[in-house]
């Protein structure tokens, strides 16, 4: 019910776009490859708290220079509030 709020609200295109932009992006790693970093992380005696983490390296892989960008991750989050609340308003909606 949420993910057909989410495309109702967001449009088809902006998704779909979206989705395009994340699988050009991404490395094709498989599901060993995958789980390394977040094992290095369980693992790793010591990291960086709250810094962007990729290939078991801080600031590596495609996402590190959107994360260092204050203004990216500011719209993002507002972006974000807004979806989340305009699907909240429709589900309280439906159920009134």
Known sequence: MIARDLIGLSG?????????HV??????KNTWQGAQTAIHLALAPRVTSGAHYADCR???GYLAKVVGDKV???KLWKKTEEVVQ???D???MENS
Do not use: E
């Open 90 to 92: 429709r589900i309280t």
């Open 86 to 88: 305009k699907a909240t």
């Open 58 to 60: 801080v600031g590596a």
């Open 23 to 28: 699988i050009n992006l991404s490395s094709f």
């Open 72 to 74: 990216a991750r500011q």
């Open 12 to 20: 088809i295109n902006s998704i779909m776009a979206m989705g395009t």
